[in-house]
């Protein structure tokens, strides 16, 4: 059963109006994706606040961290799946699937990341983003000295919490417009669908 069409409940404007910079990065997006990220369009309402999130976006995900690629979006799925975020949990997904090699640890992250061989850094950082997410009122110094003996720094540890706190609002917003994830996503780093299971 194929998911609803929609992109967002709350509608998207037609990319022919958009203005020239947001144009230039939707043909960037088809020419490297294939597509444009339904989050884009769902932001595109508000174009000032589509650059204000992609730049966010970018810093977080994509700058230099202590914090690598694959453990800022196993982040991003470990609180996508607390707050139960269908876009997040399949566009993330994806990712960790891509960046890992692994399809079965997307799915281990999407649905109880406690089931996966982690090492005890990646452990206490998903243990961390989960109590961040779901009870934020009782993370103290306790938990900031865990990450600490794990090996994390100050730098790190602020990377991994503005990492989790985005991930809080993203979710929130895909959320309330009923965002739908592009049906790409889905695909993405599959094993081959005609492979006999084991």
């Keep these: 059963m194929p998911q609803p069409d929609h992109i967002s409940k709350l509608g998207v404007p037609d990319p022919a109006t958009l203005?020239?910079?947001?144009?230039?990065?939707?043909?960037?997006?088809?020419?490297?994706?294939?597509?444009?990220?339904?989050?884009?369009?769902?932001?595109?309402?508000?174009?000032?606040?589509?650059?204000?999130f992609m730049a966010m976006y970018n810093e977080i995900m994509l700058s230099p961290s202590g914090l690598s690629k694959l453990e800022r979006e196993m982040v991003a799925v470990v609180v996508s799946s607390a707050n139960r975020c269908y876009y997040c949990l399949v566009a993330h997904g994806a990712a960790v699937r891509q960046l890992s090699g692994d399809p079965e640890l997307g799915e281990m992250m999407a649905l109880n990341y406690r089931v996966a061989a982690l090492d005890p850094r990646q452990r206490a950082m998903l243990d961390f983003a989960w109590k961040m997410t779901t009870t934020p009122w009782l993370v103290d110094d306790a938990d900031r000295?865990?990450?600490?003996?794990?090996?994390?720094?100050?730098?790190?540890?602020?990377?991994?919490?503005?990492?989790?706190?985005?991930?809080?609002?993203?979710?929130?917003m895909a959320s309330a417009t009923d965002m739908m994830p592009n049906r790409a996503y889905h695909g993405v780093a599959r094993p081959d669908a005609g492979a006999a299971p084991r």
Excluded: H, M
């Excluded at 600490?148 to 929130?172: I, K, W």
């Design 19 to 52: 203005d020239e910079d947001l144009q230039v990065i939707w043909r960037k997006c088809v020419d490297k994706l294939g597509f444009v990220p339904n989050v884009f369009s769902t932001y595109s309402l508000k174009p000032q606040r589509l650059r204000n």
């Design 145 to 172: 000295d865990g990450l600490r003996a794990v090996g994390l720094s100050e730098q790190d540890l602020f990377d991994l919490a503005e990492t989790v706190a985005f991930f809080n609002l993203s979710n929130r």
